[in-house]
Every structure is written in C-alpha cells, then in structure tokens.
C-alpha cells in the first residue's frame, strides 16, 4: 500500500467552511473552496478542483443546515474529482482552532481531552471557538480512523513576555477570568516572519520581523529570532488595528459610556465594534480596492478612513520597532497587505529616518511570491510575503501524522 499523503484543511467558521485538499509531496493543492451561509435557505458551495487542470470551478446554490451537512457537501464535490474523503490517501485532517489559550503551544492530535480544553475556553472565544469543535467532531465522524489535528491561531503568540500579554488591570479578576493578550492569526504571522527570514536569506533566529497582517481581520506583531514578542490583538481578535468590519484599540470607557449614556445592551456594543466599525463604519465599505476607487474619485470619507486606518499602522510599526530595539524588515501580508500598494506606500511614508523606505517602481510590481519592495540603501527591508495559512496548517498536520514534508 502506498503511503498516504493527502492533507485536508478546514477553516470551519461561524457559517462558514473553508477547505483544501493538499498533496504534501509537494505541498500542492488538489482542491479549494468554500461553503457560505450555512444553516441559511441559500447556502452556497464554490468548489474549484486544482488538479489536472482540466475542471472547472463549480458553484451551486443550496440549503445547507449545518456543519455536518457542509462537510457532507464538501466531501461530494471532492468526490466528484476522484478526491473523495474515504481515500486510502488520506493522512489527516488539520483545523484550523481560534482559541487555544495557554494549554496548547504547539499543533496538537485532538483527544477528547483536546476537545473538552477547546470546549471550556469557549467563553474567551464565542463566536470560533463552538464552530472550530463542529468542524473537528464532524470530521470525526467521517474519518474516525484518521488523525485529527488541530492547529491553534494563538499558539505562535505564547511565548509573549508577561510584560507584553498581561493586562494593567486587577490581577486577581484578570487571573479568574483568563484576561490577557493572546493574539491570533499566529499561523500565518510564524509563517511570514520565517518566510521573510528566508526571503533575506537568513536564518529566522538571526533576524527580527515586524508582520503586518492586513487582511479583512488585521493584525500587527513583532518577532524576535523567530519568537513572537508582542502582538496587536488581545482577549479576543478586536484589539489593535483598525480592520476591515472591527474598530481595533479604543478607550474601553467608550463601552459604558455607550452603555450609560446611549443605553446599548453589551450585545449591541460587541455588534457595534465588530461588525460596524473599522472601514466599513467610517465609509461603509470594508473592502479596500472599493476604497482606493472612492479615493480617486474625490470623496472625503473614503479618504478619512483610509488615513485613519494608515495612522494607525504607522504607530503600530513605531511601536513594534521600539520593542524589538533593531528591525531586519517590516512584511506586509494577506489580502491588503499583499495587495493594496498605496497602504504600504502611506504606512512607511516619513519613517526614513528609521530607516525604512518603499520603492515606488518595485511597490507598484505584483508577483506571486515573496518579494522585497524596499530600495537597495534602506537599512530594513520591506517585503511582501503572500501569506498561506492552510499550507502550513496542512504542513503541521501532515508532520504531526507522522509524514514528512519535502516542501
Ligand atoms: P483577506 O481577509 O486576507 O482575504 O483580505 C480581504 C481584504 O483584502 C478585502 O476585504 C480587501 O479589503 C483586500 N483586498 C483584496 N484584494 C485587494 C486588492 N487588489 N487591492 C486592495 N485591497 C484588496
């Protein structure tokens, strides 16, 4: 029997589900897609077979009740492509898990033990945390034979100094409550800041890294010698920068203030900052290139919001450099970062003496890898680094399940 070397990936979601199917010969992608709007009358699945090349992306609408019946449909359309879930060429399943709190550092083989920890640290993470676990006990249920391996958005964050992860607040109520800065996106910030070690040819524990993940969530962190020092989200992913639907830091009287004077329930005020805030609250849209187009056509709020958002970017750069005391290079990454030009350009503009700069010709350039954007004299570097965060959930997997990756 040949050995298997299949990963599959779920970013299980609120009502959502992400997929893809990975060969972890080469780390290449068989399938992606999507299921949306789950538990709604018009659920829809976006199935794109990468394999072969030769089918084509497939979309239909549907009911889709749950999580079971979305990895159900997930699981039909891979069939389809001669991928199915019962393959004998299946390694492993990895998750995608929020909240891992402090218990788990690392990726980790789910038990019932795991999932009970998943489980009890729902109430710092409401609204993934309950989704993550439907994802892993469905899968569960379709593959109990297969290792399940869960790989934590938090994990690359714990080894924050105290000094950076705690709270000035009581420490007995933060301790009862588990209050502190966890931060998250940690996949895709380890994956980064080692690919920008790699990018500059060194080894990740030469250098220091400011990441900033820019996608529709955002988030800043500062790495030293591969080790993740500080971090812009908190308790939950609403702290730090301005994001595309999340207001990011303000002061928290405004919560009680709201709450006092405006009479909102603390539902309406967590529905307020992270759903209608951000972008989308300053100018109604939360899409960027939507900004960029308002931008040129001279409307004023587009502008306010894209200057506010870069504000405070810059400040989290000069944050992040005071704490880490020597930069090696700033990567911006995910859908903004990757992607929006201007928001690279505006962020670093004026901190030369800093050492940073952004090229305009190479800034402008668009590229499928990493790349550096800063001039040949800067004394950091300045890069965009494609994110991949199911790569590496699919990478830490498939090592977990006892494969080895070549890629
Ligand atoms: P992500 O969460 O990483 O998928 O990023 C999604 C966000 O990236 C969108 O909401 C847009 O704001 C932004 N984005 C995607 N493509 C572009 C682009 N070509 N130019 C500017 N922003 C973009």
Same mark, same amino acid.
């Given at each position: 029997?040949?050995?298997?070397?299949?990963?599959?990936?779920?970013?299980?979601?609120?009502?959502?589900?992400?997929?893809?199917?990975?060969?972890?010969?080469?780390?290449?992608?068989?399938?992606?897609?999507?299921?949306?709007?789950?538990?709604?009358?018009?659920?829809?699945?976006?199935?794109?077979?990468?394999?072969? !090349?030769?089918?084509? $992306? $497939?979309?239909?609408?549907?009911?889709?009740?749950?999580?079971?019946?979305? &990895?159900?449909?997930?699981?039909?359309?891979?069939?389809?492509?001669?991928?199915?879930?019962? +393959? @004998?060429?299946?390694?492993?399943?990895?998750?995608?898990?929020?909240?891992?709190?402090?218990? #788990?550092?690392?990726?980790?083989?789910?038990?019932?033990?795991?999932?009970?920890?998943?489980?009890?640290?729902?109430?710092?993470?409401?609204?993934?945390?309950?989704?993550? %676990?439907?994802?892993?006990?469905?899968?569960?249920?379709?593959?109990?034979? &297969?290792?399940?391996?869960? /790989?934590?958005?938090?994990?690359?964050?714990?080894?924050?100094?105290?000094?950076?992860?705690?709270?000035?607040?009581?420490?007995?109520?933060?301790?009862?409550?588990?209050?502190?800065?966890?931060?998250?996106?940690?996949?895709?910030?380890?994956?980064? =800041?080692?690919?920008?070690?790699?990018?500059?040819?060194?080894?990740?524990?030469?250098?220091?890294?400011?990441?900033?993940?820019?996608?529709?969530?955002?988030?800043? +962190?500062?790495? =030293? !010698?591969?080790?993740?020092?500080?971090? =812009?989200?908190?308790?939950? @992913?609403?702290? !730090?920068?301005?994001?595309?639907?999340?207001?990011?830091?303000?002061?928290?009287?405004?919560? #009680?203030? &709201?709450?006092?004077?405006?009479?909102?329930?603390?539902?309406?005020?967590?529905?307020?900052?992270?759903?209608?805030?951000?972008? /989308?609250?300053?100018?109604?849209?939360?899409?960027?290139?939507?900004?960029?187009?308002?931008?040129?056509?001279?409307?004023?709020?587009?502008? %306010?919001?894209?200057?506010?958002?870069?504000?405070?970017?810059?400040?989290?750069?000069? *944050?992040?450099?005071?704490?880490?005391? $020597?930069?090696?290079?700033?990567?911006?990454?995910?859908?903004?970062?990757?992607?929006?030009? @201007?928001?690279?350009? *505006?962020?670093?503009?004026?901190?030369?003496?800093?050492? %940073?700069?952004?090229?305009?010709? &190479?800034?402008?350039?668009?590229?499928?890898?990493?790349?550096?954007? =800063?001039?040949?004299?800067?004394?950091?570097?300045?890069?965009?680094? @494609?994110?991949?965060?199911?790569?590496?959930?699919?990478?830490?997997?498939?090592?977990?399940?006892?494969?080895? /990756?070549?890629?």
């Amino acid at each position: 029997m040949t050995t298997p070397t299949r990963v599959l990936v779920l970013n299980s979601g609120s009502s959502s589900v992400k997929y893809q199917l990975l060969d972890m010969r080469d780390a290449s992608r068989l399938a992606v897609g999507l299921v949306e709007r789950i538990g709604e009358s018009s659920s829809r699945v976006a199935h794109t077979p990468l394999e072969g !090349g030769g089918a084509e $992306r $497939r979309e239909r609408t549907a009911p889709i009740a749950d999580h079971a019946a979305a &990895l159900k449909a997930v699981a039909e359309e891979l069939a389809r492509d001669g991928l199915g879930l019962d +393959s @004998p060429e299946l390694a492993a399943i990895g998750h995608r898990v929020v909240h891992g709190g402090l218990r #788990f550092t690392e990726p980790t083989v789910v038990t019932e033990e795991v999932l009970a920890e998943i489980e009890r640290l729902v109430p710092v993470a409401p609204l993934h945390n309950p989704a993550n %676990l439907t994802g892993i006990r469905t899968a569960q249920a379709l593959r109990p034979d &297969l290792p399940q391996v869960a /790989v934590f958005d938090t994990a690359f964050h714990t080894t924050m100094p105290e000094a950076a992860s705690r709270y000035a607040i009581d420490v007995e109520t933060a301790d009862a409550h588990r209050i502190r800065r966890y931060g998250f996106h940690g996949t895709s910030h380890a994956y980064v =800041s080692r690919a920008t070690a790699e990018l500059l040819g060194r080894d990740p524990s030469e250098v220091n890294v400011i990441v900033l993940h820019l996608g529709n969530g955002a988030s800043a +962190s500062a790495v =030293s !010698g591969g080790r993740c020092v500080e971090t =812009s989200m908190g308790l939950t @992913p609403l702290e !730090g920068l301005v994001m595309g639907t999340r207001s990011g830091d303000i002061d928290p009287a405004v919560i #009680f203030h &709201l709450q006092r004077v405006a009479g909102m329930s603390a539902d309406e005020i967590d529905t307020l900052l992270n759903k209608r805030s951000g972008l /989308v609250g300053l100018c109604g849209d939360n899409d960027m290139r939507e900004i960029h187009r308002r931008i040129g056509e001279g409307d004023p709020a587009a502008r %306010l919001a894209f200057d506010i958002y870069v504000h405070r970017l810059k400040k989290y750069i000069g *944050a992040y450099y005071a704490v880490l005391g $020597r930069v090696d290079a700033v990567a911006f990454t995910a859908g903004v970062g990757e992607n929006a030009a @201007p928001v690279r350009a *505006a962020a670093v503009a004026g901190l030369e003496e800093l050492g %940073l700069a952004v090229d305009a010709g &190479l800034n402008a350039e668009r590229s499928e890898g990493a790349r550096l954007i =800063s001039p040949g004299y800067a004394r950091v570097a300045v890069a965009v680094v @494609p994110t991949d965060e199911e790569r590496e959930i699919a990478r830490q997997t498939f090592a977990l399940a006892g494969g080895e /990756v070549n890629a």
